[in-house]
């Protein structure tokens, strides 16, 4: 057989990889890359409904980066601490579902990555504009650990930092571009991580603007 009639049907298999960050952690380059622009009209779409706003933290502290959330479930702060809510506290209404074809990606990408059966009921929307940053953190207000979290980023790269179960140990830097999808559970469920400031630059078609989105589904548990 001709190399041509390999890849015939599936140039997906030459645009694909994946890189393993560690035990249960992979980024799976350009696994999105078909969707972008359809996840992005999705997301305009949602913050119609659901704006994105700039939360204030415990510290005092407001957000650079602007979040929204579709799902049963929202992640929400404010001064007095974080919590998932069913309700967008902007609006007083629930926040909107979540798209099928978000669903039917987070699940192929957990799939792909090892972990089966991944059904979200969350996803937060992030959107960073140059500057914005997200300092180190854990992913431990969902109550269930037993699934993973499944991360799209679109738009403009971003430098993620990936480190241990302390706060203290050494941190990998890794690029996420437009179309990439880290996965993270298991043993790397509560990995600290966070995302270097935004450096500018012009963002792929339909973009074409200075910012990147980035969606983390999550399953939250009801208590
Ligand atoms: C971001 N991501 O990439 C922020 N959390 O904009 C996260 O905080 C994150 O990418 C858990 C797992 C994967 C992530
Ligand atoms: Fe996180």
Same mark, same amino acid.
């Given at each position: ?123 937060? !929307? ?5 500057? /914005? &940053? %997200?300092?180190? =953190? ?5 109550? +269930?650990?037993?699934? *993973? ?31 990439? !999808? ?5 043993? /790397? &469920? %509560?990995?600290? =991580? ?5 450096? +500018?630059?012009?963002? *792929? ?19």
């Amino acid at each position: 057989m001709m190399i041509d009639d390999l890849f015939a049907n599936d140039d997906s298999i030459i645009r694909q990889w994946q890189e393993p960050l560690a035990k249960d952690a992979v980024v799976l380059r350009g696994f999105a890359y078909d969707e972008a622009p359809t996840l992005l009209q999705h997301i305009a779409t949602i913050a119609e409904t659901a704006p994105f706003r700039h939360f204030i933290i415990p510290n005092g502290h407001t957000m650079s980066i602007g979040m929204t959330n579709c799902g049963t479930f929202g992640w929400t702060s404010n001064a007095q601490g974080y919590r998932y809510t069913e309700v967008d506290p902007l609006s007083g209404q629930a926040w909107p579902q979540i798209p099928a074809i978000f669903l039917q990606l987070a699940q192929r990408a957990a799939d792909h990555a090892g972990f089966p059966h991944f059904v979200p009921n969350a996803c937060l !929307i992030n959107r960073y504009h140059p500057g /914005a &940053r %997200l300092s180190l =953190h854990q992913d431990k207000d969902e109550m +269930d650990f037993s699934q *993973p979290i499944v991360s799209v980023s679109l738009g403009l790269p971003a430098t993620f930092l990936f480190g241990g179960l302390q706060r203290t140990q050494p941190c990998q830097r890794v690029t996420l571009t437009h179309g990439d !999808i880290a996965v993270w559970g298991g043993d /790397a &469920r %509560l990995c600290y =991580h966070g995302v270097l400031p935004l450096k +500018d630059g012009i963002a *792929p078609l339909p973009l074409q603007d200075n910012v990147r989105y980035n969606l983390t589904f999550r399953r939250v548990s009801r208590l």
